[in-house]
Every structure is written in C-alpha cells, then in structure tokens.
C-alpha cells in the first residue's frame, strides 16, 4: 500500500512558495489510519503533503529533511510516547506537532502539549478535526479536538 517513508521532491523550504499551503508529513503505523489522513488532506488546497511515514525513524528522518510546516504524529506509534513528544518539539524547531491518536486521556493530552505538541486531534474526529488543527497550529496556535476534553493553553 504505503511506502514506510515517502518524499516529495523539490522539499527545500528555501524553494517553498507562500501559495504552496502548509507543508505537512503524515507519520502512522497503520497504513489505513495513513491513507485516510491523506485522502482528508488531499481536499485541502491550502495543504500541501510532502511526505509520510509509517514507523517513527522514517517519520523523523523525513521531517529533518523537508522541515514541514506540521508533523502528523499518531501518538500509539511504537516509541512514540511523551518524550519522544518532548524531544522531537525539541529537535524540529520551526516543525509544529500534532498529535492524531484514539486516546481520551485528558491528563495525557495536557501532558502532551505541556511537553511541546501544538494540535491533539482525536481519530473519529480527524476528517472534520485535522484540516483545522494543521491551519491552526501553522499560524502559531494550539488546537484540541472539542471532544478530547483538554482545553489547549495559548
């Protein structure tokens, strides 16, 4: 189906064009969750795709390449816990993470933004959710699904 790690070519943001949208990586383990992210992207003139992944390494190595706008991150990836949260807030600098996961957790979600994640998305809530929270946290906003019942500090 999905390639463990795909990239778009042309992925320098010096060669980035303001009418190019948000540059996002979509990083997910199941390739169903992957390829239902994208198909909800792909509507989104504002929202350009420039690369995907299907386990974390690959995720991270792609990111540092492209330097996207949004990293996609589904948080039950393998390793993909709070510090991994922390430390890749840490590393990707200009990259903002969103968390897309099925956890209900309210401590888990605050957790997770407390630690650097800019957007928590629920998964049954990501085909309305998801195009907002990437446009949200691109123009330096959090954004929590209304449903996760964390309400996402400035």
Do not use: N
């Amino acid at each position: 189906m999905c390639p463990e790690l795909w990239l778009v070519p042309g992925d320098s943001r010096s060669d980035r064009r303001e009418a190019d949208g948000v540059r996002v990586v979509l990083a997910d383990d199941h390739p169903l969750s992957l390829f239902a992210m994208r198909r909800v992207l792909e509507s989104d003139r504002g929202i350009e795709i420039v690369g995907e992944a299907e386990a974390l390494k690959p995720a991270i190595s792609v990111t540092l390449r492209v330097r996207p706008d949004v990293l996609v991150l589904a948080v039950w990836m393998p390793r993909s816990r709070i510090g991994t949260v922390e430390m890749l807030a840490g590393t990707l600098g200009g990259t903002a993470i969103i968390l897309a996961t099925m956890e209900r957790d309210a401590a888990f979600a605050s957790r997770a933004l407390a630690v650097g994640a800019r957007g928590y998305v629920l998964k049954d809530r990501a085909d309305s959710d998801l195009p907002h929270a990437i446009h949200a946290v691109a123009r330096g906003q959090r954004y929590v699904s209304p449903t996760a019942g964390v309400t996402p500090l400035p």
